[in-house]
């Protein structure tokens, strides 16, 4: 069982650290699936297995970016000029900011994420055009992560934000509170604001379920949730149709489905 609270799990071995080589690593077992280069042969490993019980699960990362990039493409086109994305992974073309500025080319992006070499690389390869920051900070620790946005300057709280929690809080155990990480954001935003997520299903194929164990006490295990679990972290949103789904339901009818299932939501504080 995928459940996060079972298990041994100490926040020390599920929290990275850069100079681990025999530690798994979710943002790498995640650039790995989408393709990028930025991994290691623990990591390749584990998706593998995770490739050989469900093949379709590359195009699930990439079904689940593309519900990303379609939240803030629908926040940007609602006037929305400043994204936090929290976990925001490896830099995988297009990134928030490319798209947001898409539409709205004054869009103030920061990414943020726990992994110090994910931070360098978003530091490195994202931070580069005005108006866009990297910050190292842990989402189980909000307090800290607000702080920092609002120490520095891109964040204006009295305007709408747009945040994007993107298979990261699956990765947050029960025990971790996630749904008082993300009131802990809410509460800090102005109406208008829009929050998307998109979280591991316990509807996903037990078999998957199953392999997914292997990553328990690393900081790739999982805590998958059900879609009445998903949706109770919209507490204080609207939620926008079609409400908490598979990501595929966001972007077009006929996507076939995964054995792993990945539901998206978008919701509007209103
Ligand atoms: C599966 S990747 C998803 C990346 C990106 N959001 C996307 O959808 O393409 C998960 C990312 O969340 C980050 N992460 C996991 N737990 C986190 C936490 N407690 N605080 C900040 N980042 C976290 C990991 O380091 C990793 O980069």
């Known amino acids: 069982m995928v459940e996060g609270t079972k298990g ?3 926040e020390n ?3 990275p650290q850069p100079f681990n080589p025999g530690q798994l690593n979710s943002a790498k077992v995640y ?3 989408l393709g990028g280069k930025d991994n290691r042969e623990i990591d390749r490993d584990m998706a593998d297995e995770m490739l050989s019980h469900a093949p379709e699960l590359k195009t699930l990362a990439w079904f689940t970016r593309s519900f990303m990039l379609k939240a803030v493409e629908m926040a940007a086109a609602a006037g929305i000029r400043q994204f936090v994305d929290l976990g925001s992974g490896i830099p995988s073309s297009p990134n928030v900011h490319e798209v947001a500025r ?3 080319p004054s869009a103030r992006v920061v990414y943020v994420d726990y992994d110090p070499v994910v931070h360098a690389h ?3 390869l994202l931070a580069k ?6 910050l190292l900070g842990d989402i189980r620790r909000p307090d800290d992560v607000i702080d920092q946005l609002k120490n520095h300057t891109l964040i204006d709280f009295n305007e709408p934000v747009a945040i994007t929690l993107i298979g990261v809080l699956h990765y947050v155990m029960d025990s971790e509170h996630p749904a008082e990480i ?3 954001f809410r509460d800090q935003l102005a109406p208008g604001s829009y929050l998307a997520i998109g979280h591991g299903s316990l509807d996903s194929d037990p078999e998957i379920l199953e392999v997914l164990t292997g990553t328990n006490d690393s900081s790739a295990q999982v805590a998958f949730r059900s879609t009445a679990q998903t949706e109770a972290f919209f507490a204080g949103f609207e939620l926008l149709e079609p409400g908490v789904v598979p990501v595929q339901q966001w972007l077009h ?3 076939p489905e995964t054995r792993m299932v990945m539901l998206g939501a978008i919701g509007r504080k209103p």
Do not use: F, G
Request: proline share 11%; aromatic share 4%.
């Open 122 to 124: 978003c530091d490195a």
């Open 102 to 104: 898409k539409i709205e």
């Open 253 to 255: 009818p006929d996507l």
């Open 31 to 33: 650039d790995y699936l």
């Open 8 to 10: 041994p799990a100490s």
């Open 182 to 184: 993300v009131a802990a």
């Open 129 to 134: 055009p005005r108006d866009v920051t990297a």
């Open 13 to 15: 071995n599920r929290t």
